[in-house]
């Protein structure tokens, strides 16, 4: 299904290269995905035809991951909760087809106006409407979206382990959870957590220092990287250090590609193997964003990154 990225990058490769852009493993026996995924986050034009142009091109790129979530369509132009699930329905009920090319997911656990709720009743009501929004009998891979400090972790496990049981939902993961808050779930679970979903870019390195990605690799789990571009501030330079802009400018210059192929790079460089999840609304982006597997990035160029981003002297 995916086509060897190490193999097509170019005849001045380095292998000494930390980009790693072979498919990720979800579970131990979990589906291949790609490096990179789709975010929908964004999806949320009245546009079926534009909705499906851009799930095809993400598809067609080996983003065979797609990412959603409940609350999606809040924000970004969005006109309710819910929204950008039903966007994504939409075009699934348009190209059927299009459902055996994904490994669809999707997340609760917020329910404006309350903050978090991740007890037993709401979470499984918080799946069955996702699953009739989106028109699917099963979901691949549901994800807790923030934590519910207010609910004890054997009963959210409990409530996760019986829609596995019930072919509702395939695989489980986490999102914006800290260390303890997902040893404290997985100790409860008797599935496996597959996933973990971060804020992670060249301008916001927390997953670096917080165990996020240190769980990761002991759990064998995968990090789903979300702003990997730093939600377009990379491409405004607001609210970005200068020095940081310095660095990826040099990078991209020597790499002969943009920042935004630079910071996928950077994501994609990381031993945990993060998939970056891309939520651009633009198919020509999506299609070019491959280039990031050809950037070539040692220690050296890393380290560079996190000491600009981070604006102190590496210890």
Request: hydrophobic share 40%.
């Amino acid at each position: 299904m995916f086509r060897d990225y190490h193999a097509s990058m170019s005849s001045n490769s380095s292998s000494t290269s930390l980009v790693n852009a072979s498919p990720r493993l979800l579970g131990a026996d979990g589906p291949e995905i790609g490096a990179l995924g789709y975010g929908t986050w964004r999806l949320t034009a009245d546009d079926p035809a534009a909705n499906q142009q851009l799930i095809e091109t993400a598809l067609d790129a080996g983003m065979n991951l797609i990412d959603t979530a409940d609350v999606y369509g809040l924000d970004h132009g969005g006109t309710g909760f819910g929204q950008n699930e039903e966007r994504l329905g939409e075009v699934l009920a348009a190209s059927p087809q299009l459902r055996d090319r994904m490994v669809l997911a999707t997340k609760g656990g917020i329910m404006p106006p309350l903050p978090y709720d991740s007890s037993p009743a709401y979470l499984r009501s918080a799946v069955e409407a996702s699953l009739g929004r989106l028109g699917v009998e099963h979901i691949d891979l549901w994800q807790i979206h923030r934590p519910d400090m207010f609910t004890h972790p054997a009963d959210v496990a409990a409530t996760l382990d019986a829609l596995i049981g019930e072919g509702k939902i395939g695989m489980v993961g986490v999102s914006n959870f800290t260390v303890d808050q997902y040893d404290a779930l997985a100790a409860h679970l008797v599935a496996s957590i597959v996933s973990t979903q971060p804020e992670f870019s060249v301008a916001q390195c927390q997953p670096l220092r917080d165990g996020t990605f240190d769980r990761a690799m002991r759990d064998g789990v995968v990090p789903l990287a979300w702003s990997p571009l730093a939600g377009g501030r990379l491409f405004s330079g607001q609210d970005v250090r200068p020095e940081l802009l310095d660095v990826l400018d040099r990078l991209a210059e020597r790499e002969g590609v943009d920042r935004a192929a630079v910071a996928t790079a950077f994501v994609l460089a990381h031993p945990s193997k993060p998939v970056a999840l891309l939520g651009t609304q633009t198919p020509a982006r999506l299609s070019s964003a491959a280039a990031a597997f050809d950037v070539q990035l040692d220690r050296n160029d890393v380290y560079d990154i996190v000491q600009a981003s981070e604006g102190v002297p590496l210890p």
